[in-house]
């Protein structure tokens, strides 16, 4: 089992910039990935990007390149998601997730552990 839990969520104006953090804990040797979506009202859960644990290969939605970086700090257990220039388009519940799976990493089935979700607000 592996345990997530976020944090460092908030409310920021347009242009603005937020660093979310996601600290692992239980079986963290066994992780493959660690990723990050996020869910606006009324819409799905979404991809935003994904790291891998040892390889640090990187992946993010076409949407947030160049302004959203996701980095890993193995010896904290810890992921975390800088994100630049931020817009009101942004705005939704963030969720980081694990898996120790070697699936389709940029989907949401391909995690099994999910955190509670941190809320990102952008004002405009």
């Known amino acids: 089992q592996v345990q997530l839990v976020e944090s460092g969520g908030g409310l920021v104006q347009a242009g603005g910039s937020l660093r979310l953090a996601c600290a692992a804990s239980?079986?963290?040797?066994?992780?493959?990935?660690m990723g990050w979506f996020r869910q606006a009202p009324g819409k799905e859960r979404e991809f935003v990007s994904t790291?891998?644990?040892?390889?640090?290969?990187?992946f993010y939605e076409d949407s947030v390149k160049g302004r959203f970086t996701i980095s890993r700090d193995n010896g904290k257990n810890t992921v975390y998601l800088q994100m630049n220039s931020l817009e009101p388009e942004d705005t939704a519940v963030y969720y980081c997730?694990?898996?120790?799976?070697?699936?389709?990493?940029?989907?949401?089935?391909?995690?099994?552990?999910w955190g509670q979700g941190t809320q990102v607000t952008v004002s405009s």
């Open positions: 790291i891998t644990w040892y390889g640090g290969g990187t």
């Open positions: 997730a694990a898996t120790v799976v070697r699936g389709d990493i940029l989907r949401r089935s391909g995690y099994s552990y």
């Open positions: 239980g079986r963290t040797f066994s992780i493959y990935a």
